[in-house]
């Protein structure tokens, strides 16, 4: 059973920076395309950023493009979400996703929720102005 844990989430002033942490405990991660996606109040989960199980490619939601940076770490499970010049419009629970089959890059099409098939709790970040 896979099972995702998010961490990292806060609370941070405009400009700042956070880096949010997701372990897979799961078997193969190195297989499958890691993303975030992130949820405000109100509004539906949004994609943020991919990575390929592949090659490294990724994949970033316009309104995060040179901001934020998606990486693995394929030795510890671990996906990572550097996010920087953080704006108010950034802050909402962020979610760490599993792609829902192996050795699929998603990157070829627009990515969307489902294309993920195993999900973290989330962890929070709030951005204050």
């Known amino acids: 059973q896979v099972q995702l844990v998010e961490s990292g989430g806060g609370l941070v002033q405009a400009g700042d920076s956070l880096r949010l942490s997701c372990v897979d405990s799961g078997r193969s991660f190195s297989s499958y395309t890691m993303g975030w996606f992130r949820q405000a109040p109100g509004k539906e989960r949004a994609f943020v950023a991919a990575?390929?199980?592949?090659?490294?490619?990724?994949d970033y939601a316009d309104s995060v493009k040179g901001r934020f940076a998606i990486s693995r770490d394929n030795a510890k499970n671990t996906v990572y979400l550097q996010m920087n010049s953080l704006k108010p419009e950034d802050a909402a629970t962020y979610y760490c996703a599993r792609g829902s089959r192996p050795l699929v890059w998603y990157g070829s099409w627009p990515i969307s929720a489902s294309d993920f098939g195993s999900w973290g709790q989330g962890t929070q970040v709030t951005v204050s102005s």
């Open positions: 990575i390929s199980w592949a090659d490294g490619s990724t």
